[in-house]
């Protein structure tokens, strides 16, 4: 039994003492001041058995004694002989001093060749490369490259890290392999106890909320703060100011029968040429995530944007494929806000707040300078964007090698007179140099030329009956600046060891054309979501002991409320019947499910779920889900049996599915054998 803490109470005027003190440990602290020489005395220890060290109060035992502590009896100074006292650490205030540094005579006469010096408190490693390259049939041309580590102190507390790559090939890494590396990357930290800052290149990824969920890559600053505010209470602070390089999109890809790719991904805006940042995309093929890679799933080529799946995953005109990714927008300078603060108190309550904005500059585009009348054109169509096509025809200007038209009125066969555009090569009337925009077959009133000599020529087809027959108009897609910004507002609450209580409650403000006041009322959106668990009940059936989970879950999105990626998982709608589509008409939805789950040691489990779907779209369903699994020595035996939706108002439909997988453990192999056996039968 050790009794170190043990201490009689001596009076207040006198410096004597004694204690208990533990003989397991090689040296003991006796007491934090000096002890007075030869007043150290151990009930029944010879002194031989120990050294004591008088300043430093501390006993070291010399022999191992049978007993676990010893009574100790001394007499202490008022105050320790070698305490260190200072009003300021001198390696935090030498700099402050105009005198110059003293010089230091180098006996070894050795000069320090290095290109950079951090100091003797950092250490530093990496290459730093020029060349220069020519051939017969180009200039000379001079290229450069910088990797550079570093990591140490700066002065005596702050410890910095420091990760800085650059190349002037400005390309991305290849998407085929599971790990990348950025060729141009700085990454400056700071840190201290407490509180740590980040600069340049930030990855901030926010995955505990539901609502407020996001993985962003990011050019700025961001700082983070662990403190202490209260006996039990701690808090935790997250601030970031950045530019985004990028912004969200999802791709509903449509498949070829056996053509793996390489499939080209569009933008928000319908872009087939721009940059998907690197390492942000998730694909997934019928609901699985897939995993990059030439030996495994996919592989990507992110400056094209391009994907193409390996023989591993073999595509077929059934097969859906889902893609998430970030790619790098440039029509206006985009800037990004994130602050989370979390409250835990007693490991009872968690309370967090976070507020996200994202938003464009509209006085600071990047690839397009728009006009006046452009602009008021934006301001007038308000919340429509997708009717933002602008006419594109600008005069000639005598540049030579152009594809140039001749602009006249026609009559149209139900009277109307209209202005087309005609091909012309040698007219001496004005000519225009147009842009065409391909809308789609039926929506436009011109078709590409095949025997155009200078490039691309359009054509205008004539409408019928007032429908157009073309598919191209001479318009440009003017790209709006958006704004999205989201406050979510959560709390758990721990009712006891076993049962909790969570809801989130979330505001989004989804802003797409800026330059516009029309359409306001529509960008707000409302959305909820309250949960309750009870884990690890203890019940009996059949003789037998079970720990029971359940749980209970509403939740409320306005059709208005606008994530920030996807809340819906890849196959949420096609579980649901929906349309497995990116562009589902938005809704009001309700979400109320319950789910129980029965397990015990041996590993036999039974799940069973319920969940009910509504929409203000008339459309409401039920799905239920059960779920079996039972170990029995070496075998192992999954089932699934889910009556799938049940779907009323519009039509009913009504199917059930079972899925069985047998598992057998071989004991003398290291890797198990499976067989499935079973396929859903619909």
């Known amino acids: 039994m050790q009794l170190s803490l043990a201490q009689k109470k001596p009076s207040p005027l006198s410096n004597l003492r004694s204690k208990y003190i533990s003989t397991k440990n090689k040296v003991v602290k006796i007491d934090s001041l000096s002890l007075v020489p030869n007043t150290v005395v151990i009930t029944g220890i010879e002194t031989s058995a120990y050294k004591i060290d008088n300043v430093n109060g501390s006993l070291t035992w010399i022999n191992k004694l049978p007993i676990d502590s010893v009574l100790v009896t001394y007499r202490v100074f008022p105050f320790k002989l070698n305490a260190v006292v200072r009003r300021f650490n001198f390696d935090s205030i030498r700099n402050n001093f105009i005198r110059e540094r003293s010089f230091t005579f180098n006996y070894n006469n050795k000069e320090n060749n290095s290109i950079l010096d951090f100091g003797n408190n950092i250490n530093y490693n990496g290459s730093f490369g020029r060349g220069i390259s020519f051939g017969n049939s180009q200039d000379a041309v001079l290229t450069s490259s910088l990797n550079l580590q570093l990591n140490g102190y700066i002065g005596d507390s702050l410890q910095l890290s420091a990760a800085i790559t650059d190349n002037n090939i400005p390309i991305q890494p290849d998407g085929n392999t599971q790990n990348l590396q950025d060729f141009d990357k700085i990454y400056i930290q700071i840190k201290k106890k407490g509180w740590q800052a980040n600069f340049g290149d930030i990855d901030i990824r926010q995955s505990k909320s539901y609502f407020l969920n996001f993985y962003k890559r990011l050019q700025g600053a961001s700082f983070i703060t662990d403190n202490k505010i209260g006996k039990n209470t701690t808090n935790s602070l997250l601030l970031s100011g950045s530019v985004a390089k990028g912004k969200f999109n999802t791709n509903i890809i449509t498949p070829i029968d056996g053509n793996q790719g390489p499939y ?22 019928d609901g699985e995530l897939l995993q990059r890679g030439e030996d495994q799933d996919y592989v ?18 059934d097969s ?3 893609v998430d990714f970030e790619y790098s927008d440039q029509n206006f300078l985009n800037s990004n806000i994130y602050i989370n603060d979390e409250i835990n108190i007693n490991n009872k309550v968690l309370l967090s707040i976070g507020v996200f904005s994202n938003e464009d500059s509209k006085n600071s585009p990047i690839n397009e300078v728009l006009s006046t009348d452009q ?12 009717q933002a096509f602008y006419p594109s025809a600008t005069p000639d200007t005598g540049v030579t090698g152009q594809v140039l038209y001749k602009r006249m009125d026609t009559l149209l066969s139900n009277g109307v007179l209209d202005t087309i555009y005609v091909y012309d090569v040698n007219s001496n009337d004005t000519l225009y140099n147009l842009g065409f925009t391909y809308l789609g077959p039926g929506k436009g009133d011109y078709t590409q030329l095949n025997n155009a000599v200078n490039g691309s020529a359009y054509t205008w087809v004539a409408p019928i009956n007032n429908i157009k027959q073309g598919d191209s108009e001479p318009v440009i897609l003017l790209v709006t600046p958006k704004k999205q910004q989201m406050v979510s507002v959560a709390a758990e609450y721990k009712i006891n060891k076993k049962t909790s209580i969570k809801t989130e409650l979330a505001l989004s403000n989804y802003d797409v054309n800026l330059f516009s006041t029309l359409d306001k009322s529509s960008d707000l959106g409302l959305a909820g979501k309250i949960q309750l668990t009870n884990q690890d009940k203890d019940v009996h059936f059949f003789n037998k002991a079970f720990k029971l989970e359940s749980q209970l879950g509403y939740e409320y999105v306005q059709n208005t409320f606008k994530p920030l990626e996807v809340l819906r998982t890849a196959e949420f709608y096609r579980n649901w019947s929906l349309p497995y589509t990116t562009t589902i008409a938005s809704a ?13 040691t041996a590993g036999t489990k039974l799940n069973y779920q319920i969940t009910n779907y509504n929409r203000s779209d008339t459309f409401n369903g039920f799905r239920q889900v059960l779920e079996n699994s ?4 070496s075998w192992k035996i999954n089932d699934q049996a889910p009556p799938l939706p049940h779907r009323r108002h519009v039509i009913a439909i009504n199917y059930f599915a079972v899925a069985v997988t047998v598992f057998y453990q071989f004991l003398h192999f290291v890797n198990s054998q499976s067989i499935r056996i079973g396929q859903p039968v619909i």
């Open 588 to 600: 009001d939805e309700h979400l109320a499910s319950a789910a129980f789950q029965l397990h015990d």
């Open 264 to 285: 080209r991904l569009q933008g928000a805006n319908n872009e087939l040429y721009f940059t998907v940042l690197s390492g942000t995309e998730k694909v997934f093929m």
């Open 630 to 633: 039972v170990a029995i020595k």
């Open 375 to 386: 602009k008021q054109f934006l301001a007038n169509i308000g919340n429509n964007i997708t």
């Open 300 to 317: 990507i080529n992110y400056n094209t944007a391009e994907i193409s799946f390996t023989p591993k995953r073999m595509v077929t005109k």
């Open 320 to 322: 859906r494929i889902q």
